[in-house]
């Protein structure tokens, strides 16, 4: 398939058009101060997060997202960021939804460290 095909295909599927890269970080959607439900983050981009979890979430939903972030220069220590995505679209695959969403808020330093994991790839 040649390349803009494939952009074509990319730009209809997922709202997110620069860079990504592919990871299996674990996140939590907090629900309520008691309540959160598993995720898993399956990609990365300066601008947002592709989420895995069982649950769907509306386009346009705000979510409170807890990841475990490695540290892209020490992979064994990791930071927890408080992050606030909104839902720009959601798929329904295998009894799981695949979310692509926007960072709404995130602390400076830790959108740093997602650049560095999307300049590495």
């Not at 769907?56 to 992979?75: N, T």
């Not at 930071?79 to 909104?86: S, V």
Request: overall charge positive.
């Amino acid at each position: 398939m040649p390349a803009t095909d494939l952009t074509s295909q990319q730009q209809a599927t997922d709202a997110r058009l620069g860079p990504r890269a592919n990871v299996s970080w674990a996140a939590r959607v907090v629900l309520n101060p008691q309540s959160y439900v598993e995720a898993r983050v399956v990609n990365v981009s300066a601008d947002g997060l592709g989420l895995v979890c069982e649950r769907a979430f509306p386009d346009g939903a705000m979510l409170h997202v807890l990841i475990a972030l490695p540290d892209p220069l020490d992979r064994s220590k990791y930071h927890y960021p408080d992050l606030h995505t909104k839902v720009m679209f959601h798929v329904a695959k295998g009894g799981k939804f695949r979310m692509g969403t926007r960072f709404a808020r995130i602390d400076p330093a830790m959108k740093a460290m997602i650049e560095t994991w999307v300049q590495k790839g």
